[in-house]
């Protein structure tokens, strides 16, 4: 059995688990559809001006794949950044009830055992082929339905089939980790305000229940014992749900595999964006060696909370939440807790992708899985750099061995000085972090980097950014240096016509992109080779977005 964990996911099967997230996916019903502005691009837009191509946009965290957390149900649970890396991975299994389930039906533990066998601890995710409904999704006919095809967003969102009475209770003795589902919500939607959205689809629902197990809807699920259930033992118990969830998960019916949410680590909201994915074993390992490796390994979360509190880029808009639901709003306590979001991605940790500055180049969610994961090398250059002072390939190959095709972290130390340090300081985070060298591009594309990471709010040298202007007090200070150094003033080293933004500029075209704002973990790891893994949502019209980082060491 290998215990190189490099070697071993490197070789694994990896299959993406999520939905493509657009400006035309469905959000829940009522809530904020994704709303995408670019408020700035490369030569000047109305709102943000130029320099790059920068955008705004809106969303509720129910919209696409995404991870509910406790705090939808109870307030006073933890928050999504609270939930530890341990909690939205392990080992679990995909089961396919899709023959057995129809429009408003109801599934049982039954049904989900005569599958698959469900372990205690378990990420269990059900298949009940609704995600056929998705809005990415081809057609599907029906002769009796208005325009001769089922209507995808009551299909995915309204009419899907949810839990039997008992099936929660099962789920909490089972200890599991997550249910996750390929449809709107984990819940049954008639056990939801949409009962009360769209009465004639909850008269329907009725109607077949009556049909089924001759009782009423409220006979079935009591109102009061269901919201004890839902609202306060399930959240208290830890169980969290996963939503909305597609891609290649057809693939793995009824099949096990190591299961992986990559929730971003949103402070203030009930719910968040997720990339899940799902790792299988390399061909000639047993599965059973596999989830033992991978329960063995060392893992480390290296995104830093993702807060109205975390400040933002230069000219960007900060973070900006709504709550337009809370728990006790709606009829008989069937409410939650939900926020609309507003914000531009250049804050908190995330990854810069090809369109930010390169506006041909792949979107975020034209970017295979694939791309985000593999071979690292971690450079910890933390004893060799000093406020605006510049790194060289030099100093990251004296600290790691560099591959050619890796993923590079460049480790500063500068992660210390963010905003949820105790030594935050976030002038010096911002501003006066150092920067790459004239040559470091260049070094790049030849060693042919995957992609590259920083543990500080910029890849660039801030004076090689508007920062230079914004701030001219650091930038005669980081030119002085520069010629006490290299006998070069700035303008003779990193002529603008060719090293400004030199990382997105000259880098950003040949798909070499990069994250920002990594942390965390970070701060405790050595420099060496890891496998990496950045799981950020799936938004085919996004240039940029936040992410979930994951570090497994060598």
């Known amino acids: 059995m290998s215990k190189n964990m490099i070697e071993l996911l490197s070789k694994s099967k990896w299959y993406d688990l999520t939905q493509p ?12 559809p994704l709303q995408v502005h670019f408020f700035k691009r490369v030569t000047g837009s109305y709102h943000g001006g130029q320099g790059a191509n920068g955008q705004l946009i809106e969303w509720s965290n129910n919209t696409g794949t995404h991870l509910v957390g406790p705090t939808a149900f109870h307030s006073g649970m933890r928050k999504i950044a609270d939930i530890p890396l341990q909690d939205i991975t392990g080992e679990g ?25 469900v372990k205690e601890g378990d990420i269990l995710v059900i298949y009940t082929g609704y995600s056929r409904y998705g809005y990415d999704q081809p057609d599907v006919k029906n002769p009796d339905a208005q325009g001769g095809i089922d209507n995808k967003e009551f299909s995915y969102l309204v009419r899907h089939p949810g839990p039997a009475p008992g099936f929660f209770e099962w789920a909490l003795e089972k200890k599991l980790k997550v249910i996750g589902v390929d449809c709107g919500c984990a819940e049954h939607p008639m056990n939801t305000n949409i009962r009360y959205m769209h009465d004639r689809e909850f008269k329907k629902a009725e109607a ?33 749900l996963a939503e909305s969830l597609g891609g290649q998960i057809k693939e793995l019916v009824n099949q096990r595999a190591w299961i992986v949410i990559g929730a971003i680590p949103f402070c203030e909201v009930e719910s968040a964006w997720s990339r899940v994915a799902a790792v299988q074993a390399p061909d000639g390992m047993s599965e059973e060696d596999f989830f033992t490796a991978m329960n063995e390994s060392e893992v480390y979360d290296l995104s830093i909370p993702f807060s109205v509190q975390t400040p933002q880029w230069a000219n960007y808009i900060p973070l900006i939440l709504q709550y337009t639901k809370r728990v006790g709003g709606q009829y008989f306590g069937l409410g939650r807790n939900n926020a609309h ?20 180049g792949r979107t975020i969610g034209q970017t295979p899985l694939d791309y985000w994961m593999g071979p690292a090398a971690i450079a910890d250059i933390s004893e060799l750099v000093s406020d605006t002072s510049v790194y060289s390939p030099e100093m990251i190959e004296s600290v790691v061995e ?20 105790p030594e935050s300081d976030e002038f010096r985070y911002m501003i006066r972090h150092p920067g790459p060298s004239p040559d470091f591009a260049k070094w790049c594309f030849d060693k042919k980097i995957k992609w590259l990471g920083i543990d500080c709010v910029a890849m660039e040298h801030p004076m090689n950014t508007i920062q230079r202007l914004f701030h001219p007090k650091t930038f005669e200070e980081a030119n002085q240096k520069l010629i006490d150094k290299y006998g070069k003033d700035w303008d ?47 938004g085919m019209e996004l240039a940029s977005c936040w ?4 570090a497994w060491k060598e």
Not at 347 to 357: I, K, V
Not at 402 to 421: A, M, P, Q, R
Not at 500 to 527: R, S, T, W
């Open 21 to 32: 997230l657009s400006i035309f996916t469905p959000p829940w019903p009522g809530e904020m």
């Open 208 to 240: 077949k229940l009556k049909e089924t197990h001759g009782k009423t809807w409220d006979e079935m699920f009591p109102v009061d014992e269901y919201y004890k259930l839902t609202h306060q033992t399930m959240p208290k118990a830890g169980l969290l």
């Open 492 to 538: 003779e080293m990193y002529p603008l016509d060719k090293y400004y933004q030199d990382m997105h500029l000259n880098l950003f075209p040949h798909g070499i992109v990069h994250a920002e704002n990594l942390g965390k973990d970070l701060e405790k790891l050595e420099a060496g080779r890891y496998f990496i893994g950045c799981f950020l949502q799936r």
């Open 402 to 421: 560099v591959k050619e095709g890796d993923i590079l972290l460049i480790k500063t130390g500068y992660s210390k000085y963010g905003w949820n340090s």
């Open 341 to 360: 979001c507003k914000a531009s991605f250049h804050l908190s940790t995330h990854m810069d992708g090809e369109p930010h500055f390169h506006s041909a």
């Open 93 to 117: 299994v995909i089961a396919d009830i899709s023959d057995a389930v129809s429009d408003y039906s109801l599934y049982t533990p039954e049904m989900i055992e005569k599958k698959v066998k």
């Open 547 to 550: 992410a979930r980082f994951v």
